[in-house]
Protein backbone atom coordinates (compact mmCIF):
# COMPACT_ATOMS: atom_id res chain seq x y z
CA UNK A 1 0.00 0.00 0.00
CA UNK A 2 1.42 3.59 -1.15
CA UNK A 3 1.65 6.59 1.51
CA UNK A 4 -1.06 9.19 0.16
CA UNK A 5 1.02 12.11 -0.99
CA UNK A 6 0.75 15.38 0.80
CA UNK A 7 1.10 18.56 -1.26
CA UNK A 8 0.01 22.45 -0.73
CA UNK A 9 -3.38 23.17 -2.26
CA UNK A 10 -2.24 26.60 -3.36
CA UNK A 11 1.67 27.91 -3.33
CA UNK A 12 1.89 31.66 -3.93
CA UNK A 13 5.04 33.09 -5.50
CA UNK A 14 5.60 36.89 -6.82
CA UNK A 15 7.97 39.62 -5.95
CA UNK A 16 8.76 41.13 -2.33
CA UNK A 17 5.70 43.34 -2.12
CA UNK A 18 3.48 41.21 -4.12
CA UNK A 19 1.57 40.05 -1.00
CA UNK A 20 2.44 36.88 -0.71
CA UNK A 21 2.11 36.55 3.12
CA UNK A 22 -0.87 38.71 3.72
CA UNK A 23 -2.64 37.21 1.21
CA UNK A 24 -1.68 33.81 1.59
CA UNK A 25 -2.93 34.19 5.56
CA UNK A 26 -5.84 35.87 3.99
CA UNK A 27 -6.56 32.79 1.58
CA UNK A 28 -6.01 30.26 4.13
CA UNK A 29 -8.59 31.84 6.71
CA UNK A 30 -11.14 31.45 4.17
CA UNK A 31 -10.33 28.25 3.07
CA UNK A 32 -10.43 26.74 6.66
CA UNK A 33 -6.33 25.55 5.73
CA UNK A 34 -3.01 26.36 7.61
CA UNK A 35 -0.50 28.84 5.85
CA UNK A 36 3.02 28.55 5.83
CA UNK A 37 5.55 30.68 4.54
CA UNK A 38 8.80 29.20 3.45
CA UNK A 39 10.74 32.53 5.11
CA UNK A 40 9.61 31.43 8.56
CA UNK A 41 10.73 27.59 8.10
CA UNK A 42 14.17 29.34 7.50
CA UNK A 43 14.35 31.11 9.82
CA UNK A 44 12.77 28.52 12.51
CA UNK A 45 16.02 25.88 10.92
CA UNK A 46 18.31 29.07 10.90
CA UNK A 47 17.23 29.92 14.83
CA UNK A 48 17.51 33.90 13.41
CA UNK A 49 16.11 36.33 11.18
CA UNK A 50 17.01 36.49 7.80
CA UNK A 51 18.93 39.45 7.36
CA UNK A 52 20.94 38.05 10.26
CA UNK A 53 21.66 34.79 8.11
CA UNK A 54 22.49 36.91 5.28
CA UNK A 55 25.00 38.94 7.42
CA UNK A 56 26.22 35.69 9.37
CA UNK A 57 26.60 33.42 6.61
CA UNK A 58 26.31 35.17 3.51
CA UNK A 59 23.30 34.57 0.44
CA UNK A 60 24.46 31.20 -0.94
CA UNK A 61 23.99 29.86 3.14
CA UNK A 62 20.50 31.54 2.69
CA UNK A 63 19.99 30.04 -1.10
CA UNK A 64 21.00 26.38 0.55
CA UNK A 65 18.69 26.70 3.79
CA UNK A 66 15.83 27.92 1.35
CA UNK A 67 15.69 24.93 -1.19
CA UNK A 68 15.81 22.62 1.95
CA UNK A 69 12.39 24.98 3.16
CA UNK A 70 10.75 24.62 -0.12
CA UNK A 71 11.45 20.84 -0.77
CA UNK A 72 10.08 20.07 2.26
CA UNK A 73 7.37 22.37 2.48
CA UNK A 74 5.85 21.33 -0.91
CA UNK A 75 6.12 17.58 0.59
CA UNK A 76 4.51 17.92 3.91
CA UNK A 77 2.36 20.91 3.63
CA UNK A 78 -1.26 20.74 2.44
CA UNK A 79 -2.72 24.13 3.23
CA UNK A 80 -1.60 27.36 1.56
CA UNK A 81 2.23 27.77 0.78
CA UNK A 82 4.32 30.88 0.02
CA UNK A 83 7.55 30.64 -1.13
CA UNK A 84 10.31 33.79 -0.64
CA UNK A 85 10.19 35.90 -3.66
CA UNK A 86 13.79 34.67 -4.68
CA UNK A 87 12.90 31.08 -4.45
CA UNK A 88 12.52 30.67 -8.34
CA UNK A 89 15.98 31.36 -8.87
CA UNK A 90 16.60 27.72 -8.11
CA UNK A 91 16.24 25.53 -10.86
CA UNK A 92 16.15 22.55 -8.07
CA UNK A 93 12.55 24.68 -6.62
CA UNK A 94 11.62 25.41 -10.13
CA UNK A 95 11.30 21.81 -11.10
CA UNK A 96 9.87 21.33 -7.62
CA UNK A 97 6.82 23.36 -8.44
CA UNK A 98 5.75 21.19 -11.37
CA UNK A 99 2.63 19.47 -10.78
CA UNK A 100 1.62 22.28 -8.27
CA UNK A 101 -1.25 24.67 -8.06
CA UNK A 102 1.24 27.76 -7.98
CA UNK A 103 -0.48 31.18 -8.88
CA UNK A 104 2.05 34.16 -9.08
CA UNK A 105 0.98 37.51 -7.48
CA UNK A 106 1.78 40.21 -9.83
CA UNK A 107 2.70 43.41 -8.62
CA UNK A 108 4.26 46.50 -10.92
CA UNK A 109 7.11 48.61 -9.20
CA UNK A 110 4.98 51.36 -7.70
CA UNK A 111 2.82 49.12 -4.95
CA UNK A 112 5.71 47.06 -4.78
CA UNK A 113 7.65 50.07 -3.57
CA UNK A 114 4.81 51.02 -1.32
CA UNK A 115 4.07 47.80 0.18
CA UNK A 116 7.50 47.02 1.10
CA UNK A 117 8.99 50.84 2.16
CA UNK A 118 12.33 51.16 2.63
CA UNK A 119 13.23 47.37 2.27
CA UNK A 120 13.66 46.91 5.94
CA UNK A 121 13.88 42.98 7.16
CA UNK A 122 14.67 42.91 3.44
CA UNK A 123 18.56 42.47 3.15
CA UNK A 124 18.38 42.16 -0.94
CA UNK A 125 16.60 45.74 -0.47
CA UNK A 126 18.94 47.27 1.96
CA UNK A 127 20.78 49.80 -0.70
CA UNK A 128 18.60 51.49 -3.18
CA UNK A 129 15.41 49.60 -2.40
CA UNK A 130 13.37 51.15 -5.74
CA UNK A 131 16.32 50.63 -8.11
CA UNK A 132 17.41 47.13 -6.32
CA UNK A 133 13.45 46.08 -6.60
CA UNK A 134 13.19 47.04 -10.11
CA UNK A 135 15.86 44.92 -11.18
CA UNK A 136 14.95 41.90 -8.58
CA UNK A 137 11.36 42.24 -10.32
CA UNK A 138 12.93 42.13 -14.40
CA UNK A 139 15.33 39.37 -13.43
CA UNK A 140 12.82 37.48 -11.99
CA UNK A 141 8.98 37.93 -13.61
CA UNK A 142 10.00 34.92 -16.51
CA UNK A 143 10.87 32.75 -13.70
CA UNK A 144 7.88 33.69 -11.63
CA UNK A 145 5.45 32.88 -15.27
CA UNK A 146 7.19 29.85 -15.92
CA UNK A 147 6.06 28.03 -12.78
CA UNK A 148 2.88 29.66 -12.76
CA UNK A 149 -0.13 27.81 -13.81
CA UNK A 150 -2.01 31.12 -12.66
CA UNK A 151 -1.46 35.04 -12.46
CA UNK A 152 -3.35 37.40 -10.42
CA UNK A 153 -2.62 40.85 -10.45
CA UNK A 154 -2.52 42.42 -6.95
CA UNK A 155 -2.07 46.43 -7.98
CA UNK A 156 -4.53 48.63 -6.03
CA UNK A 157 -6.49 45.55 -4.83
CA UNK A 158 -7.38 44.51 -1.25
CA UNK A 159 -5.84 41.00 -0.36
CA UNK A 160 -9.69 39.75 0.32
CA UNK A 161 -10.11 41.01 -3.25
CA UNK A 162 -7.06 38.74 -4.32
CA UNK A 163 -8.11 35.99 -2.14
CA UNK A 164 -11.07 35.66 -3.92
CA UNK A 165 -9.92 35.64 -7.56
CA UNK A 166 -7.96 32.78 -6.05
CA UNK A 167 -10.55 30.90 -4.77
CA UNK A 168 -12.23 31.50 -7.90
CA UNK A 169 -9.63 29.75 -9.68
CA UNK A 170 -9.24 27.32 -7.48
CA UNK A 171 -12.72 25.87 -8.22
CA UNK A 172 -11.83 25.96 -11.70
Known amino acids: MTAAVTKPLVVLVGAPGSGKTTVGETLAAGLGVAFRDTDG ?68 LPDAVRRVGLGAGRPLLAINPRATLKHLMDQRRPLYTEVATATVVTDGRTPDEIADEIVTLLKR
Open 41 to 108: DIERMAGKPIPEIFVDEGEEHFRALERAAVAAALASHAGVLALGGGAVLAEENRAALIGHTVVHLSVE
